[in-house]
């Protein structure tokens, strides 16, 4: 096979810039591991900010997200058994909308297929060669054969666990693991907040947040070693009760769990996201911790960034905006990081923290509760820093 620029990955990042390109009249190949249902049903991310909400209506997938997915002008902090409301749009005049990662792909997917653009599902054994030449290659097996697709670029988008950060030669990673992780459960039940409710709990950080009018999504902090099987769900809604609990009778509403599942607590940046023809984008060159709901939106960011940098290539013969592309990505990058370690230290109950560390956090949390100039920080870092000038595809 012969295109413009390879893509290993159908997640967010991939799929999305295998569309921005295709608007662009420039070609692509996308090569996925897994089969088309299980990345169409992977529970993952659901908070898009607003420049992500913009992306995609500007790629022509925004339909049924605007039709489906929930508009939120503000969140809820939960502390002390009080609530205190950050209001997004008042402070920033922006929002977020949720709809959940897994919409996105079948969305993507979709909009790949109504053009006919190639799509592998189930590739094996993806190899990257001739990456600093002008004719790179990404070998693979499809369907038990051995095949090869010649290109001008290989992008990685093939998320944390995926080949393509290792083809990167020499490059310096950041990383830091948390004594906790992240319980999260799926649940048939209508939302018991209109907004999501970031809560902070003597005995851990909780999370209600949603995925549509009658499916809740719910997160609890447990230690980092926790099995799953020590969480029946009596357990699970017991400790949701308690942690969410406020002073106005706030009450939860049950409903079969439809999944339920561990996520371990890890950041990780790799310095440097493009080697010759190799660009690598989304989780396989960064992790944030959940609490700012940024992993999606990064992936979104990148791709945007590699999408004007790749239209410049085919269309005006520029190489500055694929020499940039690092340095460009990882300023937002580095502040989603910051973000996303600030909400999670003032969120959770550290195992490592004394009652010291407690009053710290709980002194953070008064401050942005009562702070406008705290609340608007917050809220746009939130609801996503605008684009800077140039990264419009
Ligand atoms: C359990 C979990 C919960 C999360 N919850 C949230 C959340 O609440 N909020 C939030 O903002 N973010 C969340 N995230 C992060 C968010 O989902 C990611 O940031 C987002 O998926 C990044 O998109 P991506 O396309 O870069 O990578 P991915 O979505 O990981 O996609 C990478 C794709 O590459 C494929 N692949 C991997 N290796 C290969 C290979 N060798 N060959 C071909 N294909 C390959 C994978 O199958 C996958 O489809 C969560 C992540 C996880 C794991």
Not at 163 to 182: H, K, M, N
Not at 292 to 315: F, P
Not at 356 to 366: H, I
């Amino acid at each position: 096979m012969r295109t413009q620029v390879g893509i290993v990955g159908a997640g967010p990042a991939g799929l999305l810039l295998a569309q921005l390109l295709q608007l662009q009249g420039v070609q692509s190949v996308v090569l996925e591991a897994r089969d088309r249902d299980y990345v169409q049903r992977r529970v993952r991310a659901g908070v898009l900010e607003h420049g992500t909400v913009e992306t995609f209506r500007e790629a022509g997938v925004g339909v049924r997200m605007d039709a489906e997915g929930l508009a939120h002008d503000g969140t809820i902090l939960r502390f002390g058994l009080q609530s205190h409301r950050i209001d997004f749009r008042e402070l920033t005049g922006r929002s977020i909308v949720v709809y959940g990662q897994q919409e996105v792909v079948k969305d993507l997917i979709a909009a790949r297929l109504d053009v006919g653009g190639e799509l592998l599902f189930e590739v094996a054994d993806v190899t990257l060669h001739d990456l600093d030449t002008a004719r790179p290659r990404i070998d693979f097996v499809h369907e038990g054969v051995a095949r090869s697709v010649e290109c001008d670029f290989v992008i990685g988008a093939d998320g944390f666990h995926g080949v393509s950060r290792g083809y990167l030669a020499g490059a310096r990673t950041y990383e830091r693991s948390y004594p906790f992780a992240w319980l999260g459960i799926l649940a048939e039940a209508p939302p018991s907040s209109h907004e999501l409710i970031y809560a902070r709990h003597r005995n851990g950080f909780a999370l209600h947040s949603m995925r549509s009018p009658t499916i809740t999504r719910m997160y609890l902090q447990v230690r980092a070693d926790e099995d799953i099987s020590g969480w029946p769900d009596d357990r699970i809604w017991a400790e949701l009760h308690t942690r969410l609990a406020d002073d106005a009778g706030f009450t939860l509403t049950e409903g079969t769990l439809l999944d339920k599942g561990i996520t371990p607590m890890r950041s990780f940046v790799c310095d440097r996201m493009q080697q010759g023809r190799l660009f690598i984008a989304g989780d396989a060159a960064h992790i944030v911790l959940p609490t700012g709901a940024k992993g999606m939106n990064l992936a979104v960011a990148d791709v945007r960034l590699l999408s004007r940098a790749l239209g410049g290539y085919y269309a005006d013969h520029r190489t500055d905006l694929l020499d940039g592309y690092t340095e460009l990505a990882l300023r937002r990058v580095w502040r989603a990081t910051h973000f996303s370690w600030w909400m999670t230290a003032m969120l959770h109950v550290s195992p490592h923290d004394d009652a010291f560390g407690d009053q710290l956090s709980l002194a953070q949390l008064d401050y942005v509760a009562s702070s406008r100039a705290m609340a608007t920080s917050l809220a746009e870092n939130y609801t996503g820093l605008p684009y800077p000038k140039g990264w419009s595809y």
